[in-house]
C-alpha cells in the first residue's frame, strides 16, 4: 500500500461555496479523496465570479477568477439545479455512494432537499455528514447568514488587532473561513476512522463563530485568568517582549525573543549587555511591564542597521527573526523555492499545493480546478440507476 495517499478511495460530496467547505474540499482531494463539487448550473460557486483577477490560460482563454482556483484544486465538478426533481434525484443518487457530505447551505435547507444526515445515514449507515454554517445547527443566531469579516468582529478577534489607537482590524485572509475548513477536516477524518472501526456515521456540526472564538487561544486565557478583555497592542506581543516589529534604517524586521537567553543574545550583538542586565528587563515580566521603555531603547538601535544585516546578525547569534516579505518576496524565498511551493496544475494554471508532506511527498492533487459542470456527464453515468428519466 506504499505510495497511496491515505484518502484514496474515499469518495465525497461537496454542496459547498465560497471558502471554508470548499477549503476543506480541497484539501480531501490533495490527501488523496476524490471530491465532487456540486454547483447550480446557473453561475455556479460564485467565487467563479469574484474578480478581477481572473486565470487566463497560455492560449488566452479566461478561467474562473484567481479567488475560485484557490481554493477548489483537484475536484470534479457537476452541475445540477436542486430545485429540479430530476436533478435532486442525481443529488440523492450520488448520496449512495459518498462516504462524505460537506455543506453550507442554512440550517434546515439539506433537510428540506431530503439531503440531511438522517436520510443519508438510512442509505448509508457509515456516512460522515458535515454541516458548516456561520453560528452552528442551535441556538438564537442558527438563522444568520454567517460571513468571515462579520465573525472576526464577533468572535473578538478584530479587538485585539490592529493598532494600539487605531481602528478594530480584520486579517488579510478570510482566516475564519480556512481555519474553519481545517476543524472540518480534522473532524472529518476522525469520523472516517470511526465509520471504520464501527460501521457507524457521524454528524458533525461546526460554525465559523466558534472556530474563529475558539482559536483566540492564549487570549482567550488571558481573558478568563484576569476577567480583563485584552487590547490591541499592534504587533507587539500580550506576553513576551521583544516579540515585535523594529525598524531599521531602509525597512523593518521582526524580532521574537521568546525567552531571556534570547534576549541576553540579542543585547550582545546590539552592543548593549547592560541593557540585558538591567531590572527592568531581564526577566520576560519585567520587560512586558516595561514595554514602552524597552521599545524605545531598542529602535534607537535597531535603526543603526539594515534590515539584511541584522536578519544575518540575529540568525548567527541565535535570535529569532525574520523579514517582512510581500507575497511576491515570499514566492521567491529560497527556502519556499526549495520546498516548491508554487505548482502548476493541470492546463498549466498556477496554484500553490497543500502545505503536508506524507511519506516524504507532497500532498497534494494536481487537477486543475474544475470549469462549472465539466464532469457531469461522466459522473451522472457513474451514479447509481444513471440519469432519472425527465
Known amino acids: 500500500m506504499s505510495g497511496h495517499k491515505p484518502l484514496e478511495g474515499i469518495k465525497v460530496l461537496e454542496f459547498a461555496r465560497v471558502l471554508a467547505g470548499p477549503w476543506a474540499g480541497q484539501l480531501l482531494a490533495d490527501l488523496g479523496a476524490d471530491v465532487i463539487k456540486v454547483e447550480n448550473p446557473v453561475g455556479g460557486d460564485e467565487t467563479r465570479h469574484w474578480g478581477p483577477p481572473f486565470i487566463e490560460d497560455p492560449h488566452g482563454a479566461t478561467h474562473s477568477a484567481a479567488y475560485f482556483h484557490s481554493c477548489n484544486r483537484g475536484k470534479r465538478s457537476v ?3 436542486l430545485k429540479k426533481t430530476a ?54 443566531y442558527k438563522d444568520r447568514a454567517g460571513y468571515d469579516f462579520i465573525i472576526q468582529g464577533m468572535s473578538g478577534f478584530m479587538s485585539i488587532t490592529g493598532e494600539k489607537d487605531g481602528d478594530p482590524m480584520k486579517a488579510g485572509v478570510a482566516i475564519t473561513d480556512i481555519l474553519t475548513g481545517l476543524y472540518a477536516v480534522s473532524a472529518i477524518n476522525a469520523a472516517l476512522i470511526k465509520a471504520l472501526k464501527f460501521g457507524t456515521g457521524s454528524h458533525i456540526d461546526i460554525s465559523l463563530l466558534e472556530v474563529m472564538s475558539a482559536t483566540l487561544a492564549n487570549q482567550n486565557m488571558n481573558f478568563l485568568a484576569t476577567g480583563m478583555s485584552p ?3 499592534g504587533n507587539a506581543h500580550p506576553n513576551i517582549a521583544p516579540y515585535q516589529v523594529v525598524p531599521t534604517s ?11 537567553g534570547q534576549f541576553q543574545r540579542l543585547c ?13 528587563f531581564s526577566t520576560n515580566p519585567a520587560r512586558i511591564e516595561n514595554r514602552e521603555a524597552l521599545t524605545g531603547s531598542l529602535e534607537k538601535l535597531t535603526r543603526l542597521w539594515t534590515r539584511d544585516a541584522l536578519v544575518k546578525a540575529c540568525t548567527e547569534k541565535g535570535v529569532p527573526v525574520g523579514p517582512i516579505n510581500t507575497i511576491g518576496d515570499m514566492f521567491a524565498d529560497t527556502q519556499i523555492e526549495a520546498r516548491v511551493l508554487q505548482i502548476n496544475t493541470t492546463n498549466d494554471i498556477p496554484g500553490v499545493r497543500s502545505p503536508l508532506f506524507i511519506d516524504g511527498k507532497p500532498a497534494s492533487n494536481l487537477r486543475s480546478s474544475p470549469s462549472l459542470g465539466q464532469h457531469t456527464e461522466e459522473i451522472v453515468r457513474q451514479a447509481p440507476n444513471g440519469w432519472p428519466a425527465q
Not at 531602509?250 to 531571556?260: E, F, K, L, P, Y
Open 79 to 81: 452541475a445540477l439545479d
Open 87 to 140: 436533478d435532486l434525484e442525481v443529488a440523492k443518487a450520488l448520496c449512495v455512494k459518498a462516504d462524505v457530505i460537506i455543506e453550507n447551505f442554512k440550517v434546515g435547507t439539506m433537510e428540506r432537499l431530503g439531503l440531511g444526515f438522517d436520510s443519508a445515514k438510512a442509505v448509508k449507515p457509515g456516512i460522515v455528514f458535515c454541516s458548516i454554517t456561520g453560528f452552528g445547527q442551535t441556538g438564537p
Open 231 to 233: 487590547v490591541r497592542l
Open 250 to 260: 531602509d525597512g523593518h524586521i521582526i524580532i521574537a525573543a521568546g525567552n531571556d
Open 268 to 280: 550582545a550583538l546590539l552592543e548593549v549587555e547592560m541593557l540585558g542586565k538591567d531590572p527592568r
